[in-house]
């Protein structure tokens, strides 16, 4: 098996990488291991110069880095040069998170000694990463991991490869300059076939994945059958709800942002817009003008809004679901069809009168389609907003305290955001329930989830 680049704008093979053989494998699974014990006995401030030299270089890299990105799954270079920034970010607000994080806490004394609790490392890590934000995805799992004492085996997406290579060269030089091994952190081109027999190997400490949830039962039941950690980041149906009192215009401006980051493709895209009867109107209107007016075009060019989607796969399983939305009852009220030509576009579609049933109202939607659904009540938009198996993020749009605090304390999701749209900052954690995932990452409880918290005792 190869991993295959395809550039989406132009529909042409980039190239083919090989996927490691078994005794690649075991080479890159032996020297993470041993790198690793090494790595855990040094002391949080010795671990961070690393990541430091990365958020650098990461500045240094951005064009390249960007280019990359734009060239395999079609992000904007603009929205590219973004995601690289918001890497060093990452990497730059580590420096300080990462030991407040995990520096020991004193619990009590008595009158016989201390107790306190200490978060060391768990081993070697294996990352299931995705394609739509391969340096963002993938780096909020190893920074804290290194920080934290780990090793991580990175598994890139199979159709950015070219991504996964210049993020580890960076890594590796960044470990060159300070003195450390490269193979806590390589990339690990393996085969999705070789994941379940990788989770039972007894060097793999714990697992994370962030894909779809087919994958996400998987890795976790495979994580299972061995007693193994495992975070989950999987997909999202989020609700952004528009109540009567909310500044329409603003919702409606910040509802194009919220839908379309990234060309609809990521799991914190505003996916369902629920919106109060007595604005509805006024909402739609905006709403429809503002994505029609979206630019969709080559991706290097900075007058472009939207790129193409990452794969045909991916474009051709979107038109599917509007298709069958709208054959279900839904109106198409703006654009709606594939266009001709070159690429795996889709156009920023809106649709309304979605039967519940239908796949634009149950199922994730990746990509720039927005069905919007007119409600009577705060309780109906609760309700619709709860309907799905996602609980990942939501967003609520409202001028009363009252009913802002009654969705926050109400929304089934991981994150709730009042008059803003949905976005993950290495401060906080992201992360969700019910189908959406389990554990969290970023803040600080991402730096804790790959640790053993080990209660200590000291008697006199």
């Known amino acids: 098996m190869s991993f295959r680049a395809t550039n989406p704008f132009s529909a042409t093979l980039i190239a083919n990488h090989d996927a490691l053989d078994a005794s690649g494998i075991e080479q890159a699974l032996e020297n993470a291991t041993q790198a690793q014990r090494e790595w855990k006995m040094r002391s949080i401030e010795q671990r961070l110069p690393v990541v430091e030299r990365m958020g650098v270089l990461l500045r240094e890299r951005r064009e390249t880095l960007a280019l ?33 994080a995990l520096a020991p806490e004193r619990i009590t004394e008595d009158s016989l000694g201390a107790w306190r609790v200490e978060y060391q490392a768990l081993g070697v890590l294996l990352a299931v990463m995705p394609w739509n934000f391969p340096y963002w995805q993938a780096m909020r799992v190893i920074v804290p991991n290194l920080i934290a004492g780990n090793a991580v085996l990175h598994k890139p997406a ?29 990339l690990f081109l393996v085969k999705s076939d070789d994941i ?64 379309t980051v990234n060309g609809g493709q990521s799991c914190i895209a505003a996916k369902r817009f629920i919106v109060s009867d007595q604005v509805y109107d006024r909402f739609l209107h905006v709403f429809s003008d503002a994505m029609t007016s979206l630019h969709l075009g080559d991706p290097r060019d900075p007058r472009t809004d939207i790129g193409p989607l990452a794969t045909q796969d991916m474009r051709d ?14 109106t198409v009220h703006a654009q709606g069809k594939v266009p001709e030509g070159p690429g795996y576009f889709y156009p920023p579609t809106v649709l309304t009168n979605v039967p519940r049933n239908s796949p634009a109202a149950t199922d994730e939607l990746f990509g720039p389609v927005a069905p919007v659904f007119r409600v009577s009540s705060t309780d109906e938009a609760l309700t619709l907003a709860n309907a799905t198996n996602f609980g990942l993020g939501s967003s609520v749009w409202t001028r009363d305290p009252d009913q802002a605090a009654r969705f926050v304390a109400g929304l089934e999701a991981g994150m709730v955001f009042v008059n803003e749209v949905v976005v993950s900052d290495p401060r906080v954690p992201f992360g969700g329930i019910k189908q959406s995932g389990m554990g969290r990452e970023l803040g600080t409880r991402g730096f804790r989830e790959f640790t053993n918290v080990k209660t200590v005792r000291v008697a006199e």
Do not use: N, W, Y
């Open 158 to 186: 199979g159709s950015v490869p070219g991504c996964a290579q210049l993020l580890h060269a960076l890594i590796a030089d960044a470990a060159a300059d300070t003195d450390v091994s490269p193979a806590l952190a390589p």
């Open 317 to 330: 399983s979107l038109a599917k679901q509007v298709e069958q939305t709208v054959s279900a009852g839904a």
């Open 68 to 100: 990359q990105c734009t060239l395999e799954m079609g992000k904007p270079l603009s929205a590219a040069r973004s995601e690289v920034d918001k890497c060093a970010t990452l990497c730059e607000r580590a420096l300080q998170l990462g030991p407040r």
């Open 196 to 259: 379940e027999q990788l989770i039972a190997d007894p060097r793999i400490a714990a697992v994370t994945l962030t894909g779809s949830e087919g994958a996400g039962k998987a890795v976790a039941t495979a994580a299972g059958a061995h007693l193994k950690k495992v975070v989950l980041e999987l997909g999202g149906s989020d609700p952004f709800i528009v109540l009567a009192d909310a500044d329409v215009d603003r919702a409606a401006r910040a509802a194009v942002t919220g839908r």
